[in-house]
T-cell receptor, first 109, second 121 residues
């Protein structure tokens, strides 16, 4: 059972467009992490958010943590082909990570 | 950032043989490591939690006698797939747990290895 719902599951857009990926849960997170995984590699941590309402920026990526700490979003501005990959949100509990089902993003040149 | 390595990066074996995969934390000590399995186009599924000096904790539905885990030191955990079959073919990823702090809030971060692609013929 997935405790984290990510949407959309697949997204294919043209280079230069903007996009938003969502991660939702019915329960409160103490913190939430976003990862990006490229084919044949392990996930790489992008950001950890811990405070409700928090916004973090990583170049063209903007991460938001909902005020109620039940949801998060990742917004990419002016997407580039190098942004292609599987984006995963994960919440921690008892040292374990529970992953969303992922959003597979393809940026077409 | 913290570095975790896995060896081998890929392996092909015959059905019925056993395969050992190593996971190492290179620049920090990890009392806890995790093993995941990922099938094509799917997310990561936790298989087990590997605890240094004690038995691993397996997730529901994961056969502990088939997937043997040993965490003999603070920097090394191994996963042995015993009597492998084609349905065990998958991408196996380990991670090492790092406990940190962010604005006074304890955070648990996992640093992932690059994965091992297992193909059982």
């Amino acid at each position: 059972t997935q405790l984290l719902e990510q949407s959309p599951q697949f997204l294919s857009i043209q280079e230069g467009e903007n996009l938003t990926v969502y991660c939702n849960s019915s329960s409160v997170f103490s913190s939430l992490q976003w990862y990006r995984q490229e084919p044949g590699e392990g996930p790489v941590l992008l950001v950890t958010v811990v405070t409700g309402g928090e916004v973090k920026k990583l170049k063209r990526l903007t991460f938001q943590f909902g005020d109620a700490r039940k949801d998060s979003s990742l917004h990419i501005t002016a997407a580039q082909p190098g942004d292609t990959g599987l984006y995963l949100c994960a919440k921690e509990g008892a040292q374990k990570l529970v992953f969303g089902q992922g959003t597979r993003l393809t940026i077409n040149p | 950032g913290a570095v975790v390595s896995q060896h081998p990066s890929w392996v092909i074996c015959k059905s019925g043989t056993s395969v050992k995969i190593e996971c190492r934390s290179l620049d920090f000590q990890a009392t806890t490591m995790f093993w995941y399995r990922q099938f094509p186009k799917q997310s990561l599924m936790l298989m087990a939690t590997s605890n240094e000096g004690s038995k691993a904790t397996y997730e529901q539905g994961v056969e502990k006698d088939k997937f043997l885990i040993n965490h003999a030191s603070l920097t090394l955990s191994t996963l042995t797939v015993t009597s492998a079959h084609p349905e065990d073919s998958s991408f196996y990823i380990c991670s090492a747990h790092y406990r940190g702090e962010m604005r006074g809030i304890g955070t648990d971060t996992q640093y992932f290895g690059p994965g091992t692609r297992l193909t059982v013929l």
